[in-house]
């Protein structure tokens, strides 16, 4: 058995044949598997979705009931049998619910990671390392100028100027699934126990995380406050907002952004951003290599960002490896898009 016979690739998405079923397909199919609910790798009008239930609930939050002709949900650690392949889900480390997929037949595993990322975050569940045959990467920090680091030292840097500048108003750009609640709980993990205050298209997916008991403190919708009250204080708004006239609403507003991105000036410079916050969901370089270098696989699929510089690394390393033309990807995170699903 060959690793096409267990996942193939397509335009759309990856497919088993065994199973009859996509992953994370970019357009509507029978039987979908859902790495995660960023809107470019879960899309809406499926005829039956298999994910966690956190991907689920959010997918139902963002696309309403009928997203799915009938939907299924796995735990981490659970299999299913789909015609012979045998199915896990395992933590990504990305965003609330996000999973690996493993998919295994005659002795052979192969992996989908979706988007993943190996360092620790407040919101979700820690990536956990499956050793496989074949992995199949995200590449979208895929260079070795995209190092990271401490995302508490950038939470630092942000209650420093907020500390500094108290008659301003701090307006951090997050994407609306994940980072925007991570930065919340990173803030109160660092003591910041001020109400923070949302943007509208925050509300809905943030109230979502704190019923599942997350510990996001005291939240406010901008909607209804007066300007006044803004100075010295925190909002959390989608990155295309900071360039809007939304933004008169408040006092000298501070433009800051959280994203792996902000590693680059001119991506900082061209958003217009003042404060430039690195702070991803994604693996950087060396989590990445890191990762690909553990999980034991010969051979390498990569897609979703920069696939040549990854494939270049594991070919060096002796592996067989390379890009998945898989159109897209990357519309809603750090993918690349500011577009906000
Ligand atoms: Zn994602
Ligand atoms: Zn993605």
Known sequence: MRPEDILA?????VFCPLGSFHIDPTRPVARALITHAHSDHARAGHGAVLATQETLDLMRLRYGEGFAGATQAIR????VNLG???I???PAGHVLGSAQIAVAANGLRVVASGDYKDISDPTCAPFELVRCDVFITEATFALPVFRHGDPNEQIAKLLHSVALFRERAHLVGAYSLGKAQRLIALLRQAGHGAPIYLHGAMEKITSYYAGRGMALGELRAVRGAGKAE???TITICPPAALNDVWTRRFPEPVAAFASGWMRVRARARQHGVELPLVISDHADWDGLTATIAATGA???WVTHGQEDALVHWCVGRGLNARPLDIVGYG???DGGGEAEG
């Open 331 to 333: 519309d809603e995170d």
């Open 88 to 90: 896990t889900f395992h």
């Open 298 to 300: 010969g051979e390498i």
């Open 9 to 13: 690739p397509t335009p759309g998405g």
């Open 84 to 86: 012979g392949a045998e």
């Open 230 to 232: 803004f100075a010295g």
């Open 76 to 79: 981490y650690g659970e299999s």
